[in-house]
């Protein structure tokens, strides 16, 4: 058993340092991009010449997912990949076919999901023989390596689920390239660095990055992101959570970033976020006073700002939204009385201890709290955070003709 572990983080060690099968011959796949991988020159995979696929579509599936498993699986425990043998790759475990959308009557492979398999193994290059794909769901595996460039031939994915593996290596830029993502899950890997900024250009519903290695400052385009679901907990940013958040108050609906290294105010444009359900900035070192502007997120559900160093009084209206359920601020330096509001929605005595709050049990020591604010008051302006701007409406359609007629002359 011990054998068979090392002999696999060889093969993914090998398989992080060279982007794929290791020691074989490839050739680029004339995608651009980096990683260096391609397709192989000449096949692995013999596909015996009296079968008949009825589209070339399949052939090439048939190719890839045979590479896949006889060549990059090492082990699979739940036989999930047993049948897959011969040329109807329509009935594999895992594998969903259905009419291309551009024409109904050429069938392919649009859909591969081994989620929970516990497959061990890696990705390799002929996957983007799967062109289109819509769905790649492969979470709670033990895949390692690196995502191979190739993947940037899946022009149709919609959904890409990596999460709850091994993989290892820079944010996988392949995924910019794939036109029809919206749904990206990357979280509970090996993953580090920075992750790039145009990803928040892109135009995604949920980007999962938590539980990474993942080290950089949340860029001021963040707000860009029309995501409803954002979770970046777990990784080290460091800096400011951008006020450009505020340009997502129509869109985002949940917001995770616990222990994500927080080091500055939390912008009033959270105020902004009137879809919010979920907004948790809790292990954090985040400063300054909870702004009163957060009774704007009229739809908000769990709050949760423990564990950072949050000074100043709660501002009344906060417990009075109406659908606050749970408000958890325990482990800050905030002071004052609590509204009696609050009991609505504080989760026992959990949900506030370790603050300043007067005629409150379990609060920090008169002490403790007294140095504290004999310290200078936070000046948040020294962050030096970027201001906040609101996004620029799409011009009118009789301001893009007038644009068109300038360039044309």
């Known amino acids: 058993m011990r054998s068979a572990a090392c002999i696999l983080i060889v093969v993914c060690s090998a398989v992080a340092v060279f982007g794929g099968a290791a020691a074989l011959d490839f050739s680029g796949d004339g995608g651009g991009g980096g990683g260096g991988e391609g397709m192989r020159t000449s096949a692995a995979v013999r596909v015996d010449p009296t079968w008949r696929f009825p589209s070339s579509r399949l052939r090439d599936a048939y190719v890839a997912l045979q590479t896949w498993k006889r060549d990059a699986i090492f082990s699979d425990p739940q036989n999930l990949t047993a049948d897959w043998v011969g040329p109807d790759v329509c009935n594999y475990t895992g594998v969903v076919c259905a009419p291309l959308p551009s024409d109904r009557r050429v069938l392919a492979v649009a859909g591969v999901d081994l989620n929970h398999g516990d497959i061990a193994g890696y990705l390799p290059p002929e996957l983007g023989l799967l062109s289109d794909l819509a769905l790649l769901h492969l979470n709670s595996n033990r895949f390692c390596g ?34 029809s993502l919206r749904f990206l899950d990357l979280r509970f890997n090996e993953f580090e660095g920075a992750v790039p900024r145009e990803l928040f250009d892109r135009p995604l519903d949920a980007i999962f990055l938590n539980h990474n290695r993942f080290r950089f400052e949340i860029p001021d385009n963040f707000g860009n992101s029309p995501a409803s679901v954002m979770v970046l907990a777990h990784n080290s940013f460091g800096g400011c959570l951008p006020a450009s958040l505020g ?74 939204l109406p659908r606050l359920r749970n408000f958890t601020f325990a482990y800050n330096f905030l002071s004052g009385g609590e509204s009696p509001s609050c009991a609505r929605v504080v989760p026992g005595g959990a949900g506030e201890r370790r603050n300043c709050l007067t005629n409150r049990p379990d609060q920090r020591s008169p002490q403790q709290c007294a140095a504290f604010y004999a310290r200078p008051p936070v000046n948040c302006d020294a962050f030096h955070c970027k201001p906040f701007l609101p996004a620029l409406p799409p011009p009118s359609p009789s301001a893009r003709d007038e644009l068109s007629c300038a360039v044309n002359l």
């Open 146 to 179: 690196v995502v191979p460039s190739t993947l940037r031939r899946l022009r149709l994915l919609h959904e890409l689920d990596l999460s709850n593996n091994r993989f290892v290596g820079a944010f996988p830029r392949v995924v910019l390239a794939m036109p």
């Open 247 to 320: 340009n997502m108050s129509g869109t985002l609906n949940e917001i995770v970033l616990i222990n994500s290294g927080l080091n500055s105010c939390l912008p009033t444009e959270i105020g902004l976020l009137r879809e919010v359900t979920v907004f948790d900035v809790s292990f954090n070192r985040i400063v300054g006073s909870l702004p009163a502007a957060v009774a704007g997120m009229r739809k908000v559900e769990q709050l949760d700002v423990a564990h950072n160093l949050l000074a100043g009084e709660i501002p009344a209206a906060v417990c009075g």
